[in-house]
């Protein structure tokens, strides 16, 4: 019917296809749009309620309607290329249709949903607009919906921001607080306007008292379902606690000022036209986020303080701290903590509560306060004033608990020292009496500095500073003044004697031997020596060593610093020093620059010394001759150096009669040198004690020669005796006999007897009619030739005898088979043997030939006595 209807009139046609109820839809759809019925068509849709039809017509293009209806035989014959092209303008026409007529005319409250819903399912926010429009500023039965108004405001919020105010003023009856969130939200940042809504419902809920929000959205406003599911500031979480709507919409609207539009000036003047405690201390809150660098912290407490809200001390105690440099923030905390404190009971409000007293210098009401019960950190308040110079305000804090050291400390800095002294006695610290010491020095008061550093000085770890502090003040007579008056103390130390001494080293170096003198004893030696080396304090060096006995540094110091040289003192020293390389250097010292002492020191040293060094060190600074008495004193150690330096030192001098002694007496020296050296000697005496050299080393041709020189006749008969050569003695002879000196020839032949041959003798007489001269000699020895006959004589007939009684001996034993064994070396009185040892073979005698020692071990034992009485065949 409905295409019947389709040639004569599309109306018959759309109303055919009407009453299919929603079979012939797409037909409908098509007829409507192709005969521009869309009035017709917007009743139809908004009466017909499907939103799929709704989506189908609302489509830009119509291909994914076409796709879902391949199946139906009558769409698919009426698809016409019209149907596939853009049908923006007929879906515009069906619009203004739908707004202009078909929704005026409806008061069915489905429709109108229905309708919404598919202009929000097809993404049509500005259509949307001019539907909610039409629907709910005309006055028309859905004017008060509050679903569609709450649709209408989002829909603006989302498609066309500028009418959103517009809306926000004309309409009364959406959700506000839900559509401020959404509008003041990061994606729309809608602040005025969510402002306007905040303000015009708190004013709605201030008139009527009684205004309750809608819990539950409209099935008709799809997006509204979570408007009431937000998580809101700590503020109106606090507020709806409370159960005061009014006032939780003013603190939203301050929320919007400060915290989106971060306005103050504008939130600060609306606080006062509210004039609600929660607003104010939602006011204190963001000022105190902005503080110090945008807002004053005293602002922030102000607000605080007008809220009554105490409940964010903390916050605000540190924002105060933060932005200290405000002159006013300090005396707003103590307003602030003062009001705290009658609700709150924490350390922390005490604590800092007493700091801003002190920092406002409110010290009176700060002494009141520490006087009631409190329960603030004093300690830490006090050390905080006191490290930031706020000294008065310490003092009253540290007074209060007793602590007399700080006490000390803030009068000294308050320049009232007197107290800080009587402060430091109560304290009895080191570290006190330090800090009030150096604030007297350093303000002049030298009487109560005294008082503390005789309270310092009995302490050794702390006297050095003590003394540094005079020092870099210029104040050394103060300085001594002070150490002497220490030295009378009951627990006086070897630090304080010690000072002293370095003191008066750099100072009054006058008083320096006295007081070392005195005190020795209880000086710290090393330290106060270091001193007077500095300052080039050598008797006072010299008599500390000595005193430590630290024998070789006097020494040493004394021969290097000939101020500081005393004789008596030296030698006591030097007795005792332990190092022999000191002893050498005192020697060096006294040859240099005491000669005329030099013999008295040698003397004392002399145990200790080794003399060969001594005599090199006498002989390297040619002082030997004033050595002289020290070296006879040691010859008696018989050295090399010591007597060849005396025979040196009696050659120079031409003592041949010392040089005699020396040479006989003392025998440890270079003899040829000595004789090579005096044979050639002008005087007689030594040249003689040359030839005497040489013959007591046996140099006998040489002595000889030198005595035959200088015709010292009996001295060369003597050498001649000693050397007990024949030649030398017949040559002696034959010189006596060239010289016709016929006595010194006969007392060579009695001196030289036994090395005289007689041929010799008798020739030398008969051929130089010495004959009367060699008598006594032919004499002699014809008497000793009898006396050598008569003694061989008597030794042979007792050998004989001997042998005789050997042989008896021998034959009267058995033979030496029956005794069982024989001698292996031949004894005379074995029984084997009888009548003698047997011959024995050189193997079975191998100390009778000759072996070689690489095939033989270790050496035999000796044959016994009877095998070595026989001869060897």
């Known amino acids: 019917l409905g295409e019947f209807c389709e040639k004569l009139d599309p109306s018959l046609a759309f109303l055919a296809y009407k009453r299919a109820n929603g079979h012939c839809d797409d037909d409908l759809v098509r007829v409507a749009r192709a005969n521009g019925l ?10 017909r ?32 290329p019209t149907t596939k092209s853009s049908s923006s303008g007929n879906r515009r026409q069906l619009i203004d249709q739908v707004v202009g007529t078909a929704l005026p005319e409806t008061s ?12 929000m399912a097809a993404d049509l926010p500005h259509e949307l607009i001019e539907l909610l429009e039409r629907v709910v500023l005309q006055n028309s039965d859905f004017c008060r919906n509050k679903n569609l108004q709450n649709l209408l405001i989002l829909t603006a919020i989302k498609a066309d921001k500028d009418r959103v105010m517009e809306y926000v003023n004309r309409l009364d009856n959406f959700d506000g607080p839900a559509i401020a969130k959404i509008a003041i939200s990061d994606q729309y940042a809608l602040y005025e306007e969510g402002f306007v809504i905040y303000t015009k419902f708190a004013a709605m809920a201030a008139a009527t008292k009684n205004n309750n929000r809608n819990k539950g959205p409209d099935k008709t406003a799809g997006e509204t379902n979570n408007l009431h ?22 603190v939203r609207a301050m929320g919007v000022l400060v915290d989106h539009l971060r306005d103050f000036d504008r939130a600060q003047t609306y606080a ?52 200290s440099g405000d002159p006013g923030s300090y005396e707003s905390l103590v307003r602030f903590l003062a009001m705290a ?26 002494d009141q306060f520490l006087r009631a019960p409190n329960v603030a950190s004093i ?20 007074a209060s608990i007793h602590n007399n050291a700080k006490v000390a400390l803030c009068d000294v800095n308050l320049m009232q020292f007197r107290e800080a002294v009587d402060a430091a006695a109560k304290a009895n610290s080191v570290s006190t009496w330090k800090e009030v010491s150096k604030a007297c020095v350093r303000a002049g008061e030298f009487r109560l500095a005294m008082t503390a550093g005789l309270e310092i000085m009995i302490h050794p770890d702390h006297l050095e500073d003590l003394i540094a502090l005079y020092e870099s003040e210029g104040r050394t007579e103060e300085l001594l003044a002070l150490m002497e008056r220490g030295l009378g103390l009951d627990q006086a130390h070897a630090g304080i004697f010690t000072a002293l001494g370095i003191l008066y080293s750099k100072f009054k170096p006058e008083k320096l031997m006295e007081h070392i003198t005195l005190f020795w004893s209880r000086i710290n030696t090393p330290k106060l020596l270091r001193a007077c080396e500095v300052a080039r304090l050598w008797d006072e060096t010299v008599f500390l060593l000595k005193e430590d006995e630290q024998f070789d540094s006097a020494v040493k110091t004394m021969i290097d610093h000939a101020t500081a040289f005393q004789d008596d003192l030296f030698l006591e020293c030097v007795q005792k020093v332990r190092n022999q390389e000191v002893l050498y250097k005192a020697v060096a010292c006294y040859v240099e620059q005491r000669p005329s002492q030099l013999v008295r020191l040698l003397h004392i040293v002399a145990p200790r010394v080794d003399h060969a060094r001594v005599v090199h060190l006498l002989r390297r600074f040619d002082v030997l001759a004033l050595a002289l008495p020290y070296l006879k004193a040691i010859q008696k150690d018989n050295l090399t150096a010591v007597n060849e330096a005396l025979n040196d030192l009696y050659v120079e001098d031409e003592d041949y009669d010392a040089l005699g002694t020396s040479t006989r007496d003392f025998d440890n020296f270079d003899h040829i040198a000595l004789a090579q050296r005096t044979e050639k000697h002008e005087l007689l005496e030594f040249r003689r004690i040359a030839g005497y050299i040489y013959k007591k080393n046996k140099r006998y041709h040489k002595a000889l020669q030198l005595s035959k020189a200088d015709k010292m006749y009996k001295d060369a008969i003597d050498t001649c005796a ?14 006596f006999v060239d010289v016709c000196d016929k006595e010194c020839f006969c007392a060579t032949l009695f001196t030289c007897y036994k090395d005289v041959t007689p041929d010799v003798a008798l020739e030398l007489a008969w051929r130089n009619s010495y004959t009367d001269y060699v008598m006594p000699y032919v004499i002699q020895y014809a008497r000793h030739l009898h006396d050598d006959v008569q003694d061989l004589k008597k030794h042979h007939i007792k050998r004989l005898k001997d042998d005789e009684l050997a042989k008896n001996k021998t034959e009267q034993q058995p033979p030496a088979a029956l005794m069982g064994g024989g001698a292996i070396y031949g004894d005379p009185t074995a029984p084997a043997f009888p009548g003698g040892p047997p011959l024995l073979p050189a193997a079975a005698a191998p100390y009778m030939v000759a072996a070689d020692p690489l095939m033989m071990g270790p050496p035999l034992p000796p044959p016994p006595p009877q095998m070595q009485a026989y001869p060897t065949f």
């Open 272 to 323: 006062e036209k509210v004039n609600l405690p929660l607003v104010w201390s939602r006011l204190g809150t963001a000022q105190l986020r902005e503080c110090p660098t945008i807002i004053p912290v005293a602002e922030a407490i102000a607000s605080y303080l007008k809220a009554a809200d105490a409940s964010r001390y903390v916050d605000v105690i540190d924002a105060v701290e933060r932005g």
């Open 722 to 735: 000693e050397a007990r050569d024949p030649k030398l003695t017949e040559d002696l002879l034959r010189f």
């Open 49 to 80: 309620q499907d939103p799929d039809l709704w989506h189908r017509v609302l489509l830009e293009r119509e291909d994914d309607e076409s796709n879902n209806n391949d199946d139906d035989p009558r769409a698919a014959g009426i698809r016409s």
């Open 108 to 119: 069915d409250p489905e429709q109108v949903s229905s309708t919404v819903r598919a202009f």
């Open 229 to 250: 599911d937000d998580d809101d500031d700590d503020d109106i979480d606090q507020s709806k606690k409370k159960g005061d709507d009014w006032a939780n919409l003013e």
């Open 341 to 366: 404190r009658k609700t709150i009971k924490e350390p922390l409000v005490d604590t800092s509560l007493v700091y801003a007293y002190a920092k406002t210098e409110q010290l009176g009401d700060l």
């Open 38 to 47: 869309f009035k017709d068509l917007a009743r139809y849709l908004v009466q």
């Open 379 to 398: 300690l830490a308040v006090g050390e905080r004033c006191f490290d930031e110079d706020l000294f008065a305000a310490a003092k009253i804090l540290f």
